[in-house]
């Protein structure tokens, strides 16, 4: 047995994960302000997993941590994390000198990767349903807020060497582009996140007063990344049109992470990708074309399959 466990600016959720690997119990709480209060938190949900479990704490081989922000995964350091307000926290040490474990810790980005490389859609690919053996790459892209990764690599996760590599969102796919919340400009995040589609959809429906997008915010209360897809579903032109440019800008990044890795397998998470295979579909033909790739051997695309427990399954794993 390992623990996992996913930090996040709210919520710190913690799971018992077994050799499948899949988690066997489950338990979160709020997250407290301070690296000091949050480790003591995460030794408190490892105690009452295991007490759950009927077993020691001491039987538990390892503990992992996917952080959100830049991770020395090798020192075990977070060395800035905007959501939690940390900086160069030896959070792994933290943790370790409270449950007397080994603890390991990565970005959650990279640790959700992991998780669905050995437990979601790699472990599905890996039985032949989806590409061909032996399966050893894979890059997970979050579609959310932002725009998250991580590249899995000879069954490895790819961090650079200093444990933070993997940003995909934040490389540029249009010059002098929208401003991105990392302080660049045309960042693939300020198009392909649904924080970019929800601008891209108020700007349609400014132009498009009689789109079925404003009956269905009315509806919803609030405009989000589902309000352009909902319309392309009713057969609304400008919410197809929506739907369209968004699926464009979300090829170009995809090709360029495909033509530069040429991984085996190419997921989608995060909330944008609960549109299911109506993206898959609008997004096949737009990246085609893009593609640098030979013969019969192409990147399968696919979707997430584990959700919120990819990071828990990733994390104790690492």
């Known amino acids: 047995m390992r623990i996992g466990i996913d930090l996040g600016g ?37 105690h009452s997993l295991c007490a759950e479990a009927g077993i020691r704490l001491q039987d538990i081989e390892s503990v992992g941590i996917g952080s959100p922000g830049a991770i020395d995964s090798r020192s075990g350091m977070v060395v800035y994390s905007n959501n939690l307000e940390y900086s160069n926290v030896p959070l792994a040490a933290m943790l370790s000198e409270q449950i007397g474990l080994p603890v390991r810790i990565g970005n ?22 989806d590409t061909t053996p032996p399966f050893s790459s894979m890059i997970l892209v979050t579609l959310g ?60 429906m400014e132009c498009h007063p009689d789109s079925l997008m404003h009956s269905i915010t009315a509806e919803k209360g609030k405009i989000s990344g589902r309000t352009a897809f909902l319309a392309a579903r009713k057969g609304d032109p400008a919410g197809d049109a929506v739907v369209e440019t968004y699926c464009k800008y979300l090829a170009i ?37 893009e593609l640098y790739t030979v013969g019969d051997k192409r990147t399968s695309l696919c979707l997430a399959q584990l959700g919120n427990a990819a990071g828990i399954i990733g994390a104790a794993l690492l």
């Open 10 to 46: 709210t919520n710190i959720a913690a799971g018992l994960v077994d050799e499948k690997p899949g988690i066997v119990l489950q338990n979160s709480v709020k997250t407290p302000q301070g690296a000091k209060a949050a480790a003591q938190e995460m030794a408190v949900l490892a």
């Open 108 to 129: 959650d980005a990279n640790a959700a990767a992991l998780g669905e490389y050995h437990g979601g859609a790699g472990r599905r690919a890996a039985a032949g349903n």
């Open 145 to 204: 807020t932002g725009v998250g990764g991580g590249i899995i690599v000879n069954g490895r996760i790819y961090d650079g060497f200093n444990g933070m590599g993997g940003e995909v969102g934040h490389m540029v796919i249009e010059v002098d582009g929208a401003s991105c919340t990392c302080g660049r400009n045309g960042c693939w995040e300020a198009y392909a996140s649904a924080t970019g589609l929800i601008r891209l959809t108020k700007k349609a």
């Open 253 to 289: 990044g995809t090709a360029n992470l495909i033509n530069l890795f040429q991984p085996a397998m190419f997921c989608f998470g995060g909330g944008v990708s609960n549109e299911g295979q109506l993206l898959i579909d609008r997004l096949r033909p737009l990246l085609a074309p």
